[in-house]
Every structure is written in structure tokens, then in C-alpha cells.
């Protein structure tokens, strides 16, 4: 028997999460059973440990859209008991059930083994908030972000994506410009790396404005809305957006073509769900390299099973700071 987070629905639609006790036989059937170490919390983990989002399809379910652990049976090849693994995407915890649990049993192909270097806490440090944020600057290096270009920005900089983005692009050499609506979290983003803060409101108006002055060499944006539509803007000649996420709204308000064609400005779509192996494991290997570990430990808001139905709620609201790591040891 194991403990696992169990989200289930009443007649009347309401859906209630509890930590109960599972056993192997209740676990779907899939290649890989994993001994699941920690797991953390993200914006579709909110929703899927309240009322779903739509994301869930079926009732119980166990939440979690990633999680590290050590390989305990496995049915393929590629995997051996005792392997470190990390799970993000494919829609587990989601459609399928996920790491809110102390066993979790999922295809080989969904699994990336743990480059050298990371441990499976430090890999739901990063979590899939960090792998995001390595993968959109991939993409800004795929076209053309060097060191000494300018300032990057970063927008929703004090949460999961931002927090990571931020110390990245730091260590990599890079000026980081951190936007926030948190002022009292100045303090924790200039010790991961940030450079300048801009205060949130600074780029909320939606303005019918062309262009605006060329201030940023990239940007890993979290929040979308009239901020992207400002950011779009401010972009110097030829730089890149990573478009992330929209913690501020699925519009792109007040956006122009202007920035496109005047300025050939690129808006690179990340998409970590269905993201390949092969970039996976360079995004993962790239995170062992280039993300210091003492940063990530100051991201860190160590949980239990039983804190998540708190942070569940919390993260929704925009309140969690950098990265949850739940322990399920
Ligand atoms: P967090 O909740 O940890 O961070 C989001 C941050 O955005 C907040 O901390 C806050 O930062 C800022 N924010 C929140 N609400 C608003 C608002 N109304 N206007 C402006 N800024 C706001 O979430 P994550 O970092 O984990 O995820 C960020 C986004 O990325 C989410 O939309 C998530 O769904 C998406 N995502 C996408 C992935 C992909 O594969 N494309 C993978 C992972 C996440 P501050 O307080 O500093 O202002």
C-alpha cells in the first residue's frame, strides 16, 4: 500500500482531493513502475486538484504533471529497476495519472533518464516550470540571443518559469531585466540574477502606440495579455519572444503587426507537453550544466501530499513563489 492524492467527484459535480491509500493493483497499466520521490506544483496542477479545467477526462484521479523518482519493474528495455527518471507532459496527471503519488506506473516514452549532476529533488526543483523556461532559452539562443546583446526580460520573473528563466539567463552572462507585480520579492530576483526591475503595471496599459523605443534583446514571457502586446513593442531590431504561458490572459491585447515587420521581431511558441525526447534530454542535460544549484535551493518551498490541496489553490490565485517541491519519500 501506498499514499497517494486522490481528487474524486460527487453526484453532484463538486470534486473533493484527499490523501488516501492505494495499492499497485489500483495504478493503470504502462511499461515503467516508478518509485516517485518528489513531485512540485504547477498553474495545470492547480486546476487539476480543484475542479479540473477540463483537463481531467476521469474520476478518481490522481494529479501531479511531473515528477523524479527510481524505476522499481520495468517492461521495457530502456529502463532497469533502480534507474533515476524524471517525468514532464504528455498530459499525465492530466488525462493520465500523475505524480501526486508514492507509486506512479507510465510509458517508457514519457520518461527522460536524470542527467548527471541533478538528483531527483533538485530535478522537481526545476520541475516542469524550469524545463519551460530551458526550452524557451534554447529557442531564444536558436535564434541568435547572445551574451552582451542587451537586456532579456522576463515577465511573471517571481514565479516557476520566471524564477528559473531568471537564474539561467544570469548564469549564462546575460543582463536580466525581471518584471513583477510582487515589489516585495525585489530582493529574492536580484539574488538570482536580475538586474533591473520593472514594476508590473509599467507594461499593463494597452496602448495603440506602432512601436515603442527598442529596449530587449530577448524575452521569456509568462504572462501574455497587454503585457506581450507592450513587449512586442519594445523589442530591439530582430530579437525573439519565447511565448510561454499566460498567467495574465490567452489575448495578445493591443498587439500590432508593427514589431513583426518593422522590426523583425520572431514570437517563438514553447511547448513543453509534447516536446520530443531528443530535446528533452538536451534541455535536461543543459539544466545540470548552465542552472546553479544554489539558486535553484533559493527557489525551493518544500511540500507534502497533504499541503497540496492549500497550494493547489494558492498557485491559481498567482501566489506561490518560485518552485514547490513535494517530498513523497
Ligand atoms: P506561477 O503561478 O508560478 O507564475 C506565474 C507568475 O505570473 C506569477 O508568479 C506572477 O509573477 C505573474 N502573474 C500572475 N498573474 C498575473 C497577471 N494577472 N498579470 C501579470 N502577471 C501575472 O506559474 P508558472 O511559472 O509555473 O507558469 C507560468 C505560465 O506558464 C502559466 O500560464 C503556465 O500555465 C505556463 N506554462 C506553460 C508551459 C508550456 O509548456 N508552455 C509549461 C509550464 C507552464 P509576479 O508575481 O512576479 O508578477
Known amino acids: 500500500m501506498f499514499n497517494a492524492l ?36 504547477n498553474y495545470k496542477d492547480g486546476l487539476c486538484i480543484g475542479p479540473g479545467g477540463g483537463l481531467v477526462r476521469n474520476y478518481p ?30 498530459r499525465v496527471g492530466e ?16 520518461l527522460v533518464p536524470l542527467p548527471k549532476g541533478l538528483d531527483t529533488r ?11 523556461s530551458m526550452l524557451s532559452v534554447m529557442a531564444l539562443e536558436d535564434h541568435g540571443l547572445e551574451p552582451g546583446h542587451g537586456p532579456v526580460l522576463v515577465t511573471g520573473a517571481a514565479g516557476g518559469v520566471g ?8 548564469s549564462l552572462g546575460h543582463e536580466v531585466a525581471a518584471v513583477t507585480g510582487r515589489p516585495e520579492q525585489e530582493a529574492y530576483l536580484r539574488d538570482l540574477g536580475a538586474t533591473q526591475i520593472v514594476a508590473r503595471e509599467e507594461l499593463t496599459e494597452v496602448t495603440r502606440k ?22 512586442l513593442k519594445q523589442m530591439k531590431y530582430g530579437t525573439s519572444v519565447a511565448a510561454v504561458g499566460l498567467a495574465g490572459g490567452a489575448a495578445i491585447e493591443g498587439a500590432l503587426i508593427t514589431p513583426f515587420i518593422l522590426r523583425g521581431v520572431n514570437l517563438l ?41 492549500k497550494l493547489g489553490g494558492d498557485i491559481l490565485k498567482g501566489q506561490v513563489k518560485g518552485r514547490v517541491v513535494v517530498d513523497l519519500n
Open 163 to 170: 524564477s528559473v528563466a531568471v537564474a539561467l539567463l544570469a
Open 122 to 132: 533538485q530535478a522537481m526543483a526545476v520541475g516542469t516550470a524550469g524545463l519551460t
Open 210 to 231: 506602432p512601436l515603442e523605443s527598442e529596449l530587449w534583446a530577448g524575452c521569456v514571457d509568462a504572462v501574455a495579455g497587454a503585457m506581450l502586446g507592450r513587449v
Open 269 to 309: 511558441g514553447i511547448d513543453s507537453v509534447m516536446q520530443p525526447f531528443a530535446n528533452r534530454q538536451r534541455a535536461w542535460e543543459r539544466i545540470a550544466r548552465d542552472l546553479p544549484m544554489d539558486k535553484l535551493e533559493a527557489m525551493v518551498q518544500p511540500a507534502t501530499l497533504s499541503d497540496l490541496p
Open 6 to 41: 486522490v481528487v474524486d467527484k460527487d453526484d453532484d459535480g463538486k470534486t473533493h482531493a484527499a490523501v488516501k491509500e492505494l495499492s499497485l493493483d489500483d495504478l493503470p497499466h504502462a511499461e515503467v513502475t516508478v518509485a516517485v520521490e518528489y513531485s512540485t506544483v
Open 95 to 110: 488525462a493520465h495519472w500523475g505524480g501526486y503519488s508514492q507509486k506512479a506506473r507510465v510509458k517508457a516514452d514519457w
Open 61 to 90: 484521479h490522481v494529479p501531479g504533471i511531473d515528477f523524479a523518482g527510481t524505476v522499481e519493474a520495468s517492461d521495457d528495455d530502456r529502463y532497469k529497476p533502480g534507474d533515476k527518471v524524471v517525468l514532464t507532459g504528455w
